[in-house]
């Protein structure tokens, strides 16, 4: 079964950078598209960033445009979500999963960002 591990959050100052990554194991990753969702405090999951099984097309939410880049390395197993110039609306926590239906997805990651 596939199993995905996801680290690297943490607390960070507005402005400032984190870069989430997702160990992927249990299965072949590049049979799979891949993506971020996030869950904010009272809020619902939304999805933050996909990326195809090949590496492209990739697809962003609009407030994360600009600010994050998904990426993938699947010799390596890993899935990796730079996020730069966060905001504090950006904390929540983060969730590694298959897309487009989130069949699998890990424990979470939170991230912080205040000052």
């Known amino acids: 079964e596939v199993q995905l591990v996801e680290s690297g959050g943490g607390l960070v100052q507005p402005g400032g950078s984190l870069r989430l990554s997702c160990t992927f194991s249990?299965?072949?990753?590049?049979?799979?598209?891949m993506g971020w969702v996030r869950q904010a405090p009272g809020k619902g999951l939304e999805w933050v960033s996909r990326i195809s099984a090949a590496g492209t097309p990739t697809y962003y939410v609009d407030s994360v445009k600009g600010r994050f880049t998904i990426s993938r390395d699947n010799a390596k197993n890993t899935i990796l979500l730079q996020m730069n110039s966060l905001k504090t609306d950006d904390s929540a926590v983060y969730y590694c999963?298959?897309?487009?239906?989130?069949?699998?997805r890990g424990q979470g990651t939170q991230v912080t960002v205040s000052s």
């Open positions: 249990g299965d072949t990753l590049s049979d799979y598209s």
């Open positions: 999963a298959t897309a487009p239906g989130m069949l699998y």
